[in-house]
């Protein structure tokens, strides 16, 4: 892990709840800041929906730049800042961002893909197909990546190359019910690229496959409709153009029928799609983070680099403070070292009101009992012993305290 | 051993003469290429105009797109003028002055007067697509404003002076938000009539502000009703009468912001593209009497290569390859190439943006004003194509956009295929601003297309050609007697020896602009034109042979007939 940065020491001053109140202060801050700044001199046009998504998208911002430090190897963090960074349209920061996963894991054909499928969305259609014949070389029982390298070379304008791509691979088809590639996409792909190639009857051949095994593929219709003009057969043109209308008029009536259900605004709906998928976001990158950061701080714990282990249970803490575990676990090290008890106190009682488990329960009757807390030591850990009756070691902790051992 | 020998060096000789053949082929390639250089020359031109898009700091959506220039000729005097339209303060937005829009004067060699308050023409509407053409045959150039409000047409009173007839001539369009427009001759009766695109339909009480990256930003046109464009039909006495329903105009709705009218099916009547933003362009086909069908989806023009519709900007056209055929080239939104639609003839389009290499450069920001012109005056059609965000606040919510950027010019290899030879093209293209509409014209009469920019929020930027080299050129006015007094939508072909081109007139063009009038064809290094073609619409044909390059000429229809 790196060393944390000077705005983590800074916050790192001082009783903990302090920090964390003053790490939160700092995001919302930040956030009004931003947003009062954008509606200087103006009403505030912005939604209470856009004014939350606005808070969440900063919030994930500073922690995905803070866990992508700490753990560049980790696939699944650099997956979900990856996919955050997309949502706010910063392609070259989630490339960034998995190809310094992929660094520590150059096997990985996950990494290699997501890198190929950002790439391409965002027009750097090389470095996809770069990636994603990676990709297929690691795993090369994948075979939809060739119509995504196809796909790419048609983005390119390299017709020629897409098809040599398709037409080796179409030729494993053996009419499986469920087959390891969508043929019907192969098809389609080759059918386009036959018609910007102007071969038009190998175009239609293929495009007329390609909608045998998916009728309702719309641009099936489009583009064979193109390829029948240019067959000079009006008819057969028409006849798909037709097709591709219906399926489109569809498409947009069920689009409007969903608006409609919704009986919300477009941008109500917007607004509420980008927060639940930045809110699933921060979830799943506090999540991962925190959890790295457990892993991490008990490791420092059981190497007894004490003040590594508190710094990093602060910033697991500070990226997920809901989660119990991280109290009693950050508690703990203040018991194992036998200092700051009050601070352990005050954690080990978070943990409780967060989850009143029997370990919760059991790791605050300790710190009162090493507090010199006796009652209150035994009735936290009777508590314990309630909820989990059959646990020896309950029991035992807490006749020791009866008892009067020492500490 | 001699004859080895004799040999050996032989061949080193042929490898050396190779050698050096590759050389100088290689250093004339990279000559040519290197030949079309643009000077900004902004400064010296005593042009003082700042344009303002409205500055509500609200996030409304028509400060995004405007907006369009118009190069012109107001007072008959030979050269070209330039016409800024500008935005205008939104509600809740007060100026101590209010924005206008500028007509500047050229005075020759680059300088220019501003003479907006004496021509009568400072209009002070919301400005976004202008058209100028002759519409009442009187000899001088009307101008036609589709604003974000109340449209106007100024009649040139042929003193310097316009005025305001939009009332008598009915084309106010009610208090729409506008986009390009063109005047054209959708019946080949003799007179021109109008065309006006519409973008979206907008309220101040339907909020459509998003947010990016946490920061307020402009919407999509896609959060509002899209409306239908309207056409209307020239009385032949000053006024017009609205025929968007009966000419199967009215029955399409979409984002319309580019307008061009031509004839890319050669039959003789002029058709109408409209690029739309975000939704499919249409193509809507004259069928000689002003009825129109939309026929973008069946041509290939209505999307990308791969069926994907595109936020659609600007749209330029003209006859990239040489073939007879009138080709259509589209800007577009963020993240997505400018596409240029080869015409293959029978009415169909091919997208071959890559296959031409005349996207390169365009994907992460988007494109506005576009034209074809013939920069180097080699032969063959160049584009420019203007850049820049709409998003003024892009830079925070984004890793590789910016609100300003570089225009880019593609210089046209005349093989068919294009390269972006903006890093090589002077320091004029290292201007970055954020770019609308273009207009290319022959700014100071020395044969070769210059370009006048509208910066959004900015000064505009003048670009000088100086491009080096030898090549010749000509410029031809036409004169309508029985069509229409400019010619719009007449077909001009150049024939000289083995390079035959095509252009034609067009009035408003690329992103809500309006230029060339004058049709410019460079003629490479013959000092001669073997014949030159002109098809007015309604049928007349004039032919001229045998004429000297590098001059202006005018042709009156009529005057030549064919033999």
Not at chain 1, 234 to 247: G, V
Not at chain 1, 302 to 309: D, G, M
Not at chain 1, 360 to 377: C, H, P, T, V
Not at chain 2, 250 to 277: E, L, P, Q, S, W
Request: net charge negative.
């Amino acid at each position: 892990m790196n060393t944390h940065s000077n705005h983590l020491q800074q916050f790192s001053q001082g009783p903990l709840e302090k920090r964390l109140c003053r790490f939160i202060i700092a995001f919302l801050a930040i956030a009004a800041f931003c947003i009062s700044t954008s509606l200087a001199a103006t009403e505030p046009e912005i939604t209470p929906g856009q004014q939350a998504n606005s808070i969440i998208e900063k919030q994930l911002s500073v922690i995905a730049e803070e866990v992508l430090q700490d753990f560049p190897q980790d696939i699944q963090l650099a997956k979900f800042a990856a996919e955050f960074y997309n949502q706010c349209e910063r392609p070259d920061a989630a490339v960034a961002a998995l190809e310094q996963a992929l660094k520590y894991n150059p096997e990985s054909y996950e990494l290699c893909n997501r890198i190929a499928k950002t790439s391409f969305a965002n027009g750097s259609y090389d470095k996809a197909i770069t990636y994603w014949r990676k990709a297929l070389a690691i795993s090369p029982e994948k075979l939809d990546l060739n119509n995504n390298i196809a796909e790419t070379y048609m983005a390119l304008g390299k017709y020629a190359e897409a098809v040599t791509q398709l037409e080796k691979i179409i030729k494993k088809e053996k009419g499986e019910v469920f087959p390891a590639l969508d043929y019907s996409k192969s098809y389609f792909l080759l059918g386009q690229g036959y018609l910007q190639l102007r071969q038009y009857e190998k175009a239609k051949e293929y495009l007329e496959k390609a909608l045998v095994i998916t009728p309702e593929h719309r641009m099936g219709h489009y583009q064979l409709s193109k390829t029948y003009m240019r067959l000079k057969n009006p008819e057969k043109a028409k006849e798909h153009m037709e097709l591709y209308t219906k399926q489109k008029a569809e498409t947009a009536e069920r689009k409007e029928a969903w608006a409609k259900k919704r009986k919300t605004a477009v941008i109500n709906n917007t607004a509420d799609a980008d927060r639940k998928v930045f809110s699933r976001t921060l979830t799943r990158l506090s999540a991962r983070g925190s959890r790295l950061y457990l892993v991490s701080g008990k490791s420092q714990s059981s190497q007894e680099l004490f003040n590594k282990a508190e710094t990093t249970f602060q910033k697991a803490i500070a990226i997920d403070a809901g989660q119990s575990v991280l109290y009693r676990q950050f508690a703990l090290l203040y018991v194992m070292t036998n200092r700051k008890l009050d601070r352990a106190q005050g954690l080990a009682k978070k943990a409780v009101e967060l989850e009143p488990s029997a370990q919760n329960y059991l790791m605050l009757g300790r710190i009162y009992y090493q507090n010199s807390d006796r009652a209150n030591a035994l009735i936290t850990i009777e508590k314990a012993i309630a909820l989990e009756p059959g646990n020896p070691l309950y029991r035992r902790t807490y006749n020791k305290i009866k008892k009067g051992a020492d500490k | 051993m001699m004859k080895s020998g004799y040999l050996s060096k032989n061949s080193s000789l042929r490898y050396s003469m190779v050698a050096g053949l590759i050389f100088i082929n290689t250093f004339l390639t990279v000559c040519a290429n290197a030949s079309i250089s643009f000077t900004d020359v902004t400064k010296k031109t005593g042009i003082t105009f700042k344009h303002s898009d409205g500055n509500s700091e609200k996030f409304h959506i028509m400060e995004t797109v405007t907006a369009g220039l118009a190069l012109f000729d107001y007072d008959n005097d030979g050269d070209t003028d330039i016409y800024f339209l500008n935005g205008a303060g939104l509600k809740g937005m007060k100026y101590e002055t209010p924005p206008q829009n500028e007509l500047y004067r050229n005075d020759g060699n680059f300088k220019f007067t501003n003479v907006t308050a004496e021509s009568g023409l400072g209009d002070t509407g919301f400005g976004l697509g202008v058209a100028v053409a002759d519409y009442d045959g009187d000899g001088d150039l009307d101008v036609y404003l589709n604003n974000y409000g109340p449209n106007v047409l100024y009649s040139n009173n042929g003193d310097g002076t316009f005025s305001d007839v939009t009332k008598k001539a009915g084309v106010g369009d009610g208090s729409n938000f506008g986009a390009g427009t063109c005047f054209l001759d959708i019946d080949n009766d003799g007179d021109l009539d109008l065309y006006v695109a519409k973008y979206v339909v907008f309220s101040y009480d339907k909020k459509a502000t998003i947010v990016k990256g946490g920061f307020l930003a402009y919407p999509s046109p896609t959060a509002y009703v899209f409306p239908a464009d309207s056409l209307y039909r020239n009385n032949g006495d000053g006024t017009f009468t609205d025929v968007s329903k009966e000419s199967g105009i009215a029955k399409y709705r979409g984002t319309g912001m580019g307008v061009i009218c031509a004839d890319y099916d050669n039959d003789g009547d002029t058709d109408i593209f409209v690029a739309n933003d975000s939704m499919e362009n249409y193509l809507f086909q004259n069928d000689g009497t002003g009825k129109f069908e939309e026929v973008g989806l069946m041509a290939g023009t209505a999307y990308d290569f791969n069926g994907k519709p595109l936020g659609n900007m600007g749209v330029g056209c003209g006859d990239y390859n040489n073939d007879g055929l009138l080709d259509f080239y589209v800007t577009s939104y963020a993240v997505e190439w400018t596409t240029l639609y080869k015409n293959i003839g029978d009415g169909l389009f091919e997208d071959v943006t890559f296959a031409t290499g005349s996207g390169e450069g365009t994907f992460n920001n988007p494109t506005w004003g576009t034209g074809f012109a013939d920069f180097d005056n080699d032969g063959d059609r160049d584009i420019f194509v203007a850049g820049g965000h709409l998003q003024s606040n892009v830079e925070k919510f984004s890793d590789r956009m910016t609100y300003f950027v570089r225009n880019e010019i593609f210089m046209n290899t005349g093989d068919g295929k294009f390269v972006n030879i903006t890093d090589k093209a002077g320091e004029g293209m290292k201007v970055k601003l954020s770019s609308r509409g273009i207009g290319l014209a022959d700014m100071d009469n020395d044969g070769d297309i210059d370009v006048v920019v509208l910066n959004s929020r900015r000064e505009p930027t003048i670009l000088r050609n100086d491009t080096t080299g030898n090549n010749h050129w000509i410029k031809i006015r036409l004169k309508g007697v029985k069509s229409n007094r400019n010619g719009i939508g007449a077909h001009v072909k150049v024939v000289t020896k083995d390079l035959s081109q095509l252009d034609e007139v067009h009035s408003g063009r690329g992103y809500q602009s309006h230029h060339g009038l004058q049709l410019h064809f460079g003629l490479g290094e013959h000092k001669k034109i073997d014949r030159i073609e002109v098809k007015w619409i309604g049928g007349t044909v004039d032919v001229l042979e045998d004429i000297k390059a590098d001059q202006v000429i005018t042709i009156t229809e009529g005057q030549n007939p064919i033999k």
